[in-house]
C-alpha cells in the first residue's frame, strides 16, 4: 500500500533520445503523468524559414538520425507537392525500398537491443551469452538482420542514415545488377532468423491491454510506408486532397494542453496500428509465413507494437525482394518543378508511425514556413494515459521499483523517439 | 586486432549523447553488426543509455560524447564525465563543430526573439557549444553523421595506446 508518492524516472534507458516520466499519486490514484521529452530543442521548423526549397529534405533529416530517411522522404514529397511534381513509378519503387531498408533496420534496433533483454531479465543485449545455443542464435541473428536492412538502404538510398540518392524529382543513382543479386540474397538469408524473431515476441509474457484509437497511412493495394489515405479505426478515412484539413486537426491543439488528440481523444500511431489497419495488404509469401501470427490483429494489447513490427520486417523483406527482382531500373533525370506560391504537404509512415511535414513556399522557391508533426508527439497522451491506468493496476501489489520497472517497458514498447519529437517550437509542458 | 588483445583487461567505455539527432548513435550500433564480437570482449560499457539500464558513471577508459551543449546544465555533466575519463572523443558534427544543433546561434534578431521564451524556459545557453568549447577533447570524428571508418580509426588507436599502459 503506496497511498500518496511522487514518482520521477530522470532519464528513460533503450530508447531513441532523451524523456523523463513524472507521476503524482494521491490515495493510490494517479493524479498526472507528465511524459517530458527532455532533449534540447534544435528549432529546426524556425530554421527552415528562408531557405531554398532544395535544401530543405537534407536540413529535416538532421531533426532525427534514427528515422532520418523517413524524414527525407516525407520532405521530398511536401516540396514536390509544392511544386507541381509527380514522381515516377521507379521513384516510389526506390523509395519504397528505402522505407523497407529502413524499417527492417530500425525495427531490428528497438526488438533486439531495447525489447529483448526484458523478456530474457538481461540489462543489456550485449549481456546475452554467445556460447548459450539460444542468446547465441539471437545475438547473431540481430546483427545479421541489422546488417541487410543496412545493406539494402546503402544500395537504394546511398546511407542508412541521412540518405544521399534521394531528392526532390527523384534518384541521384539507381542500384546497379550485381548488388542487387547480393541484397537479394542477403534479405532471402535472414528470413528464418526473422521467423524465430517472430516466436520470441508471440512468446512474450508481456501484455498490457486498453482500448484506444488507431490511426495509420494505409496504401491501395500493398502494405507500405510512403503512400496511401489516413485511416482510422473508427472507419473514417481522410483522403490526400484533405491532408491539410487533418493536418490542421491535429496540428492546432498541440499548443494547448489537449496537444495531439484526434477529435478530442487520444491516439496512437506506429506498427500496431498499421497492422490493425492494413494487415490484409501484406505481402502474400508473408500472410502465408505467418498465418497464425496474423491472427493475433486487430489487438489492443500495446506490446504487441512488438509482434507487429516482427511482421513488418518480414513484410519488408518479402516486398524489397519482389521489387529487387521483377524490376529493370533504369537512368531517369530529376524532374523539375516550378517555384511558385504553394503549400505541399507530406505524409509517410515513419518506423514508429505517421510523419507529417508541410512546407509553405514563397514565389522565389524559398520556404515561408514549415510544419513536422512526428509519431511520438502524437502518441504522448496515449502514452501518459497508459501509464496512468498500468500505474493504478500495480500500486496494490507492486514495489515502486516494480512500478519503474513495468513503466519502463511499456513505454519501450511504443518506441519512442525523443529526438524527434524535440523539434517543436511550440510544446506545451503543463 | 591481435587474438591475445582480447585477454587483456576490458576498457570501460562510456557513450553519451547531448544535443543532436542522435545519428552517431545508429552508425555506432550499425558498427556493431560486424564488430559486435570483438567488442563484447573489448569492451565494459560502463555507460551508454541507448544499450543498458543499468548505467554507472564512474572511472572511464574512453568517453565518446555526441551532441552540442545547449544548456548549464549539459555543460557540468560533460565537465563530470571528462573529470572520469582517460580518453574523451567528439563524435558527429553536433559535437565537433556545434551544427546543426546550434543553428539557432545563426538565426537573425527576429527569429531568436520568437524562440526567446523557450530558451529561458529550460534554461539554455545564450550559445550552443561545440564540445571542445567547455572540456578538452582527446580526438575528433566529425561527420554528418560520423565516418564509421574513422571511428573506427579512433577507437583501434585509442585501444592499442590504453592497452600499452595497462
Known amino acids: ?430 | 586486432m591481435a587474438e591475445n588483445d582480447l585477454e587483456k583487461p576490458k576498457i570501460k567505455v562510456g557513450w553519451f549523447s547531448f544535443s543532436c539527432c542522435e545519428d552517431n548513435t545508429v552508425v555506432f550500433t550499425e558498427l556493431m553488426n560486424d564488430h559486435w564480437r570483438d567488442w563484447k570482449k573489448l569492451f565494459d560499457f560502463r555507460h551508454a543509455r541507448v544499450l543498458k539500464s543499468q548505467n554507472i558513471l564512474d572511472e572511464l577508459d574512453v568517453a565518446f560524447i555526441e551532441g552540442a551543449i545547449a544548456s548549464d546544465q549539459q555543460a557540468e555533466r560533460l565537465r563530470q564525465i571528462r573529470e572520469k575519463s582517460k580518453k574523451l572523443v567528439a563524435v558527429g558534427a553536433c559535437a565537433v563543430v556545434g551544427m546543426p544543433a546550434g543553428q539557432r546561434n545563426y538565426f537573425s534578431e527576429g527569429q531568436k526573439r520568437e524562440i526567446e521564451f523557450l530558451t529561458a524556459r529550460f534554461a539554455a545557453l545564450p550559445k550552443v557549444l561545440k564540445v571542445f568549447e567547455v572540456v578538452k577533447v582527446d580526438a575528433e570524428v566529425g561527420g554528418c553523421p560520423m565516418d564509421g571508418n574513422k571511428f573506427l580509426e579512433a577507437v583501434n588507436g585509442l585501444v592499442s595506446e590504453l592497452q600499452n599502459i595497462k
Open chain 1, 1 to 430: 500500500m503506496h497511498n500518496n508518492f511522487d514518482l520521477t524516472l530522470d532519464r528513460l534507458t533503450k530508447v531513441e533520445g532523451s524523456a523523463s516520466l513524472e507521476i503524482r499519486v494521491r490515495e493510490n490514484r494517479v493524479e498526472h503523468v507528465h511524459f517530458k521529452i527532455t532533449e534540447f530543442k534544435r528549432f529546426f521548423t524556425k530554421a527552415m524559414e528562408g531557405k531554398p526549397v532544395i535544401a530543405l529534405p537534407q536540413l529535416l533529416s538532421r531533426i532525427c538520425g534514427t528515422c532520418s530517411n523517413a524524414h527525407i522522404l516525407a520532405s521530398i514529397e511536401a516540396c514536390e507537392n509544392a511544386l507541381g511534381i509527380k514522381p515516377s513509378e521507379q521513384t516510389m519503387a526506390l523509395r519504397a525500398l528505402t522505407m523497407y531498408g529502413l524499417n527492417i533496420r530500425d525495427h531490428a534496433l528497438h526488438l533486439y537491443l531495447f525489447a529483448m533483454p526484458d523478456i530474457f531479465g538481461k540489462d543489456a543485449f550485449l549481456d546475452f551469452d554467445e556460447n548459450d545455443p539460444i542468446e547465441g542464435e539471437l545475438l547473431n541473428d540481430a546483427f545479421e538482420i541489422k546488417a541487410a536492412g543496412n545493406f539494402l538502404s546503402t544500395l537504394v538510398a546511398g546511407r542508412s542514415v541521412h540518405a544521399l540518392y534521394p531528392n526532390i524529382g527523384g534518384f541521384n543513382q539507381i542500384p546497379g545488377a550485381p548488388e542487387i543479386k547480393i541484397a537479394i540474397e542477403k534479405l532471402e538469408a535472414i528470413r528464418p532468423a526473422v521467423i524465430r524473431l517472430v516466436k520470441v515476441f508471440e512468446n512474450s509474457p508481456f501484455h498490457f491491454d486498453r482500448n484506444t484509437n488507431f490511426m495509420a497511412l494505409v496504401p491501395k493495394d500493398r502494405y507500405g510506408f510512403i503512400d496511401g489515405d489516413i485511416l482510422t479505426s473508427k472507419g473514417e478515412r481522410v483522403p490526400e486532397k484533405n491532408f491539410r484539413e487533418h493536418l490542421e486537426r491535429v496540428v492546432l491543439p498541440y499548443s494547448q494542453a489537449s496537444a495531439y488528440k484526434h477529435e478530442g481523444e487520444a491516439y496512437m500511431v506506429g506498427a500496431l496500428s498499421r497492422m490493425n489497419l492494413a494487415k490484409d495488404l501484406l505481402h502474400p509469401r508473408t500472410k502465408e509465413t505467418l498465418a497464425t501470427t496474423l491472427n493475433l490483429f486487430p489487438s489492443t494489447d500495446v506490446f504487441y507494437t512488438n509482434i507487429a513490427q516482427t511482421v513488418e520486417i518480414l513484410h519488408s523483406i518479402d516486398d524489397a525482394i519482389e521489387i529487387l527482382q521483377n524490376r529493370k531500373f533504369e537512368p531517369e533525370a530529376l524532374q523539375k518543378g516550378t517555384n511558385r506560391e504553394a503549400v505541399g504537404v507530406g505524409v509517410v509512415e515513419a518506423p514508429r508511425g505517421t510523419l507529417y511535414h508541410m512546407v509553405k513556399l514563397k514565389k522565389d522557391g524559398t520556404v515561408e514556413s514549415g510544419e513536422v508533426i512526428v509519431p511520438t508527439g502524437q502518441n504522448q497522451v496515449n502514452i501518459e494515459e497508459d501509464v496512468a491506468r498500468l500505474v493504478e493496476d500495480l500500486i496494490p501489489e507492486s514495489s515502486k521499483e516494480e512500478i519503474v520497472f513495468e513503466i519502463e517497458k511499456l513505454i519501450r514498447a511504443y518506441d519512442p523517439c525523443m529526438s524527434c519529437a524535440a523539434h517543436f517550437l511550440k510544446v506545451d509542458w503543463k
